[in-house]
């Protein structure tokens, strides 16, 4: 299994707190992916990073914030939580750009926003 | 942009029945295309892979064919087993892109 890991595993939270989520890997990998998943929507990208301090927005960035200062870890922060953030979050990394390279995932981040 | 469309499930099956999961996408030049199978309570894990027209993945019984005239990568299994419910996911990427898009999943039972 690939050396990926996140916490917390599972959070509960108030609407208008920051959350922090960390993803840790220990492959060396140069890309990392946030994505979230929800019910009907499948898996959508937040943020991904392409190398430390190097970051762009996936699809649903609003409301998120990602920083890379280490190549081991990719942490997202939701600046203000909100009920409609309330998902499970996965952490993805990629050993390259090749396309023929697959992606292995976290175990997930269950967070609930009351 | 690129995008992938799966079918809806949920899907639910009796065990040894043959399983087919739809799978198109949408995507500029020769994406790379990939199934994901997700058990209950874990993360995503590659179950096969395709990187070119015609290329057919196959893994744990499963297979799935590259085919670029309908730009589609449907996956299927001959016989399912009750191990075999989980959450099936259809993905691609491009050469000039880092990201990889997921399609929205197909939640898959089986019967005993």
């Known amino acids: 299994d690939a050396g990926i890991t996140q916490s917390p595993r599972h959070k509960v939270t108030e609407t208008g707190t920051p959350v922090t989520l960390r993803c840790h890997q220990t492959?060396?990998?140069?890309?990392m992916y946030w994505y979230r998943q929800d019910p009907g929507h499948g898996l959508r990208l937040i943020h991904y990073?392409?190398?430390?301090?190097?970051?762009d927005k996936g699809e649903v960035s609003d409301g998120y914030s990602v920083s890379r200062s280490k190549t081991e870890d990719f942490l997202l922060t939701l600046e203000s939580a909100t009920s409609s953030q309330t998902s499970v979050y996965f952490c993805?990394?990629?050993?390259?750009?090749?396309?023929?390279?697959?992606?292995?995932f976290g175990q997930g981040t269950r967070l609930t926003v009351v | 942009g690129d995008s992938v469309t799966q079918m809806e499930g949920p899907v639910t099956l009796s065990e040894e029945a043959f399983l087919t999961i739809n799978c198109t996408y949408t995507?500029?030049?020769?994406?790379?295309l990939f199934w994901y199978v997700q058990y209950p309570g874990e993360g995503l894990q590659l179950l096969l892979k395709?990187?070119?027209?015609?290329d057919k993945g196959s893994n744990k019984g499963f297979e799935a064919t590259y085919r670029k005239e309908t730009t589609s990568f449907h996956l299927e299994k001959g016989s399912v087993q009750v191990s075999d419910s989980a959450v099936y996911f259809c993905?691609?990427?491009?050469?000039?892109?880092?990201?990889?898009?997921f399609g929205s999943g197909t939640r898959l039972s089986i019967r005993p």
């Open positions: 993805a990394i990629s050993e390259s750009m090749d396309p023929n390279t697959e992606a292995f």
């Open positions: 492959e060396n990998h140069r890309y």
């Open positions: 990073s392409y190398g430390v301090k190097d970051t």
């Open positions: 995507a500029t030049g020769y994406p790379s």
């Open positions: 395709a990187t070119k027209a015609d």
């Open positions: 993905a691609l990427r491009r050469s000039s892109a880092s990201k990889i898009i």
